[in-house]
């Protein structure tokens, strides 16, 4: 069994059931700090599930999952809490607020670490230090310029780099995007992942994204993660996936 030490994420012999469907079945993977990992698969092969596991969303329904060398199982309330602030989630949907600017939406990132009162005194008056981590955040992005803008008349790719500003203001150790490239056009989708893969090289955030698009995942990650049907068929460097890896992904779903 694998050393849970070594790594920012660990799961062993993970099985995760919704009534009779079984998500995730007996899946192991382990995940370094700082690596930039792209899970890739057919849909309803499980990648949401497995990054909500991962992140503490999701209880397992058998076997362990452990972060920073620990098992889930056996953390407080307190402890869970503070893992699930130290994942940064990015979904397909960027569920940003379109009516607020985009510096409401920035802060936004930082809501679970406060109380309500804080949450609101912080998106309406944010104080002169959020102001200026927004600021940092935005210029990551290249978008200072629309900090008090409202999110809604910015251009999709721009919102898109909001959301990331707003992960990065959570300041999370660790980065998981769902599908974030799936409904958006190629050039938009490079300059998205790019921004991932140098916000992993400027800050050493570990990166887990899931993606539909093979191209795209190997060029810009590091390692590909292939899973059908609730398994992972393959777990491999990047470069050394090859088109019988891909064929076996997706042709064994035609046929299921
Ligand atoms: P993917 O992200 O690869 O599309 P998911 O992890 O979303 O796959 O889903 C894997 C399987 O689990 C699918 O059959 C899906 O319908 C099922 N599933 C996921 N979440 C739920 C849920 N909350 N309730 C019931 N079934 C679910």
Redesign the pocket.
């Known amino acids: 069994m694998a050393n849970q030490g070594d790594h920012a994420f660990l799961i062993q012999e993970v099985t995760k059931k ?2 009779d ?1 079984i ?2 079945d007996s899946v192991c993977l382990g995940v370094e700090t700082g690596e930039v990992v792209g899970i890739i ?12 596991l991962l992140g503490g969303m999701l209880q397992p329904s058998s076997g362990q999952v452990s972060a920073g060398g620990r098992m889930v199982s056996q953390f407080s309330q307190k402890e869970l809490l503070s893992r699930r602030r130290n994942t940064g989630f990015i979904h397909q949907s960027l569920d940003l607020v379109p009516e607020l600017k985009v510096v409401a939406n920035v802060v936004a990132g930082r809501l679970g670490y406060m109380g309500i009162w804080g949450a609101l005194r912080s998106l309406i008056w944010p104080c002169k230090e959020d102001l200026n981590r927004v600021y940092a955040c935005l210029e990551r992005v290249a978008l200072t310029h629309k900090m008090f803008e409202r999110t809604s008349k910015l251009s999709g790719g721009q919102q898109q780099r909001v959301a990331i500003a707003r992960v990065l203001f959570q300041d999370p150790s660790a980065i998981f995007a ?2 974030p490239v799936s409904a958006v056009d190629p050039a938009r989708a490079k300059d998205l992942l790019e921004l991932l893969v140098r916000i992993n090289k400027e800050t050493g955030k570990t990166i887990i994204v ?1 993606l539909h698009n093979i191209e795209l995942a190997r060029k810009f990650c590091t390692r590909l993660v292939g ?1 059908r049907a ?1 398994r992972i068929e393959f777990d491999k460097t990047a470069t050394t996936v090859g088109v019988h890896d891909l064929e076996a992904l997706y042709e064994l779903e035609a046929r299921s």
């Open positions: 919704f009534g469907t998500a995730l698969s057919p849909s309803g092969a499980g990648k949401t599930t497995l990054l909500r769902d599908e899931s899973m609730g």
